[in-house]
């Protein structure tokens, strides 16, 4: 697969139209990823796709999955999301037994592995492993729902991972998922962000493609300016 360059925008289905789910898919061919967000009822409080539904995703998706499992023990479930052909899985630090053992797991079977944190838990805790991971996701809400507001207190959090990652020599992707819109989309470029996750200020837009296109550009002039 090639891989885009940053800035890369990842709309969140979460905000798509369930039951047009096909057009919805369609109308973000420009974007970078669709963010799919799995969610068990247990780690979070919210209920939302299974493996059936995101197999169904991968099939008439324009663009590569990047899946975000907010689920318990992802150690067992997470492998079947490569299987299925998610271009990224993403998996929660605070629920994995052996982060590094599954991230290996994801990356043989030939999925991005990624890993994400709650706002509350601190970045320094990946330093030592950052090199097994193709992406860092910092959440800048709480896990759980769409439409939240976006946390500015996390910023500190990925400006040290993006200095961290520099340091290392790592091209780890930084993504951050959040109340990220035309308001916010600059501040987290300017702290190290590269890959956007956007529900709905991409959704929600008169213009969808408009919209994909104008966070690239606010984010890229932003990374520009850090």
């Known amino acids: 697969m090639n891989l885009p360059a940053g800035p890369r925008i990842n709309p969140s289905i979460l905000a798509a139209d369930f039951v ?21 009822n247990h780690f979070v409080p919210n209920l939302t796709f299974g493996p059936q539904m995101v197999e169904r995703i991968q099939a008439t998706s324009p ?13 067992r479930w997470a492998p079947g999301y490569a ?12 629920a994995a037994a052996d982060p590094v053992a599954l991230a290996r ?43 939240q507001g976006f946390m500015p207190e996390t910023m ?37 962000a590269d890959t956007f996750v956007a529900g709905s200020a991409v959704y929600g837009a008169d213009d969808i493609e408009a919209a994909v296109t104008r966070l690239r550009e606010l984010a890229r002039a932003a990374s520009l300016e850090s």
């Open 105 to 147: 797991r994801l990356r043989d079977i030939g999925a991005r592995a990624g890993v994400a944190i709650k706002p509350g838990t601190a970045g320094e805790s990946l330093y030592d492993i950052l090199d097994e991971f193709d992406q860092v996701l910092v959440m800048t809400v709480e896990p759980g729902f769409g439409g």
């Open 83 to 94: 299987e299925l052909g998610a271009a990224s899985v993403t998996f929660h630090l605070e």
């Open 63 to 75: 663009i590569p999955l990047d899946v975000h499992l907010m689920i318990t023990d992802p150690d």
């Open 156 to 192: 500190p959090k990925l400006r040290a991972l993006r200095d961290e990652a520099r340091r290392r020599g790592s091209d780890v992707w930084l993504q951050v998922d959040g109340g990220i819109s035309d308001a916010t989309i600059a501040q987290a470029a300017e702290s190290g």
């Open 20 to 40: 047009n789910m096909q057009a919805d898919l369609a109308r973000i061919a420009t974007a970078d990823f669709a963010h799919v967000d799995v969610m068990d």
